[in-house]
C-alpha cells in the first residue's frame, strides 16, 4: 500500500476474485484475506482516511480481516461514481453502508486501473461497526448465510414465511412485526432503494443481520433483524436508459423475495404506512435533494476525473465509448444529474398513487 508515493504497509495476504455476474468484465474485483497462516491475522492501517467510524462507540474502524477491490460493479464503464454517490448521501440513515476509498491497483507492476477499497460484508464487518461479538452474528446475504452457524439460516427463512402468511392489520401482528424486525431502517431502505430505481432490489443484493442472542446493554445487539445498504450502482439510469419514470413500486410487486412480502406486507398496517411516508419524504427531500446532489456529483467527478480516464485507456479496447474517452465520461456525469434531477417528480406520483390503495 502507497500512499503519496511513500510505501506504507506490505504484507502477504490471500486474493480472489469477487461479485457476482462482475466476474465477466475484463477488469476484476478483489476479495483480500487477512489469515495468521500468511503472516498477519489483520490489515492494520485506516483504509478509509479517518472517514469510517464505529456506530457502536465512534472510533475509527483501522483493523480488517478482509476489504475488496471493487471494479465499481455495473458502473465499471460508465460514471464509476455511483455507488460511492449514493451511499455517501445516505451514510448517516439509520441502516447500514459501506466505507469506499478510491485508489489505483497494480498487478504484477502493471497498472490495471481505478478501483474502490471498500468494506466487505462479514462478521468482523458487524462487530467493528456494531460493537456485537462476531460470535454471535447472524448474517445473511443474498439469501444465503454468510456468516454465522450451521441452522441459522433457517430463522432467516421462518421470517419470510411468516411475513407471506401473516396479517399486519391485526396490531397484535404488527406488534410482533415490530420485535422481529427493525422497521425505521428498512422504512428508510426501501426509501432509497424505490428512489434511485435499484433493478437488484430483490433477495439478490439484499443483506440483514441480526445478534444471535440478545444483549442488553448494547441497542444494536436487540435480536432484530437489521438492514446493509450495499451494491446500489445497478440504478439511476447506469445503461442509459431513461428510467427517472419507473415505478419501482410496480416493479417489485412482480418479483418473489422478502423485501416485496415485507414492505407490501407491513404497508397494510396504517403505522408502517406512516412511518414508510415520512422517511421517504425526508429522504428524497433532504438526501437527495438536488443542490446537495449536484454538488456531490461535482466533487466526485472532480476527485476520479483523470484516474477514470485513464483506466478507460487500459481498458478501451474492450468498453464503449473508450476512445472518445472525455466525450464519454462527460455523457455518463450528465446522465447521472439528468435521473436526479428528474427522478422526484415521477417517484412522488408513484407513491402517491400506492397510497390511494389503501
Known sequence: VFQDGVSVSCANAGMRIHGGSSRAAEQKSFNIYMRSEYG?????????????????DGSVIDEYDTFVLRDCGNDHKFSRIRDKLIQGL???????????EPCIVFIDGEFWGHYEITERLSDDYIESHFGVDESNVILIKNGELEDGEEGDEEEFSELSKWVRETDFTDPANYEELESRVDLREFAE???????????????????????????????YADGKWRFIL?????????YGQAIYSGNSFKDLEKKECLPRYLFYGAMENEDFRDLFTEA??????????????D???????AEYHEMVLDTYDRFWQFWPGG?????????????LRDFFEKRKYYSDEDLKELLERY
Open 40 to 56: 498477519y491475522s489483520k490489515y492494520n492501517g485506516d483504509l478509509f482516511s479517518g472517514n469510517n467510524i464505529s456506530e457502536y
Open 90 to 100: 445516505v451514510r448517516e440513515r439509520s441502516f447500514a453502508t459501506q466505507a469506499m
Open 189 to 219: 431502505y426501501m426509501s432509497v432503494q424505490f428512489y434511485i430505481y435499484n433493478y437488484d432490489l430483490s433477495d439478490q443484493n439484499l443483506a440483514v443481520w441480526k445478534a444471535r442472542t440478545p444483549d442488553p446493554d448494547n441497542t
Open 230 to 238: 450495499f451494491d446500489t450502482e445497478y440504478s439511476s439510469g447506469v
Open 280 to 293: 421517504y419524504n425526508d429522504i428524497t427531500e433532504n438526501d437527495f435533494g438536488n443542490e446537495r446532489v
Open 295 to 301: 454538488s456531490e456529483i461535482t466533487k466526485l467527478d
Open 323 to 335: 476512445m472518445n474517452r472525455e466525450n464519454n465520461l462527460s455523457d455518463q456525469i450528465d446522465d
